[in-house]
């Protein structure tokens, strides 16, 4: 809203309210003890499109962490993604993302 006066324009804003619609999700791969480092290297790699040292460095913190989030997007960008993660006997969910 502004107002003009004679000599100057005064803005008025309305402070912003932040509001989130729908929140960042992570995917998350959880380690277990069937699924070699290799196999869950090239998942990343062809489900995720990392790079190779990526995918394994994700692995490894896998490995040490019990799980680690590969991948931060909207629901319907991880979905397709985490179901190809199952699909290949790896274990994968969608978390919101702590803020």
Known sequence: MAFEGNTQT????E?????RTEPPYNLVIWNDDVNTFEWVIETLVEV??????????C???IHFHG????KQGTY???KPQCDAITDR???AT???TAS
Do not use: R
């Not at 402070?15 to 509001?19: A, D, E, I, S, Y």
């Not at 799980?67 to 590969?70: G, L, N, T």
């Open 59 to 61: 692995a490894f913190i």
């Open 89 to 91: 006997g790896i274990g």
């Open 48 to 57: 995720c499109g990392h790079t190779s040292e990526q995918a394994e460095q």
């Open 10 to 13: 005064v803005e008025y804003q």
């Open 67 to 70: 799980k680690y989030a590969v």
């Open 94 to 96: 969608i978390e919101v």
């Open 76 to 78: 319907d960008e991880l």
């Open 15 to 19: 402070p912003g309210v932040l509001t």
